[in-house]
Structure formats: C-alpha cells, structure tokens
C-alpha cells in the first residue's frame, strides 16, 4: 500500500529533478532535515520560555591578589575556624574544621570585609565541593601557603556570576 506523502514525494523527484540517484538522496536527506527541523522547533520554543535563573551579582571589590595571572592555581590553603552560612550564591557554606584551597583574595576597599575565595577539600563528598566560591578571611586559619600572592588583577563581573 503506497501512502500520499510516499506518492508525494516521488512526484516532487520527479518533478524537481531528472534521474539520478546522488540528487534524490540530496533531496531524500533535505526532506529529513526539514521534518526533523519541524520536530526540534516545538523544544526549542518551550526552552525559550524558561526563566534564566542565573544572574551577575554586586562585585564585592574592584582588584583580586591570585598566585597567576589566570587565578587557577591555589595560593594556600586553611582550616575553617568557625560556620560560615552564606547570605548568597556567590559564598560557601562552610563547617568548623573543613579545609579550603584558596584561589584568590579580593583587596579590601574602605570600611568593607576581606573575602577570599575558594573551594572545599574532602576526603569525602561534601556539599559544595568542588565549587568555587566566596568567604570572610577572618574565618579561615591561613596554614600552607603554595605561592607567593604576587599578581594584582582586576575583578570581572564572571568573578561575581551565580548559578
């Protein structure tokens, strides 16, 4: 049994093009990319509906100290000295005796706070670990220091981004 949309097509082969097999597998593969396109733009609107939840944040400062130039590699590490419970998704959650690599340290500007950031080191899985984040330095007992905190930077509004 031949359906329409078979009977269809074979007219618009024959119709659009003469006989050759290269042009009807071009044409057969836009008919597929056609109706797949057609299938994927109904996912593509409701993706568009969603809401973004992601947001740059108020920067915390305008300079950052780092090991390098690129604030990848730790500079020390610390124990922390007392919980921490963050106020926003830019800060870390941190627990009395965790240990923290830290990453960079933000210069402090007027009467403000001095915030450090890093992420949580554990032997076993941890909440946040892994992720890079915000903290008081005054909660952090500073004890192995890898790299001098030579390079002075500018901070970006990436350096301020919640997920």
């Given amino acids: 049994m031949v359906r329409e949309s078979d009977c269809s097509k074979e007219r618009l082969f024959q119709a659009v093009l003469k ?15 056609a109706r797949f396109a057609c299938h994927l733009f109904p996912f593509l609107l409701l993706g568009l509906t969603q809401d973004v939840k992601a947001d740059f944040m108020d920067k915390l400062a305008k300079r950052k100290v780092c090991a390098d130039k690129d604030c990848i590699y730790a500079i020390s590490t610390g124990r922390v000295v007392d919980d921490y419970i963050a106020p926003d998704c830019r800060f870390l959650n941190l627990k009395e005796g965790q240990l923290i690599y830290i990453y960079s340290k933000l210069v402090r ?34 004890q192995y220091v890898f790299q001098n905190t030579t390079v002075r930077l500018p901070t970006t509004a990436i350096d301020f981004y919640c997920d």
């Fill in 19 to 33: 006989p050759g097999r290269r042009k009807k597998m071009f044409v057969i593969s836009k008919i597929k990319l």
């Fill in 109 to 142: 500007e007027r009467k403000g706070g001095e915030f450090w950031s890093g992420s949580i080191y554990s032997e076993e899985p941890v909440d946040e670990m892994g992720v890079v984040g915000y903290f008081p330095s005054t909660i952090i007992d500073e």
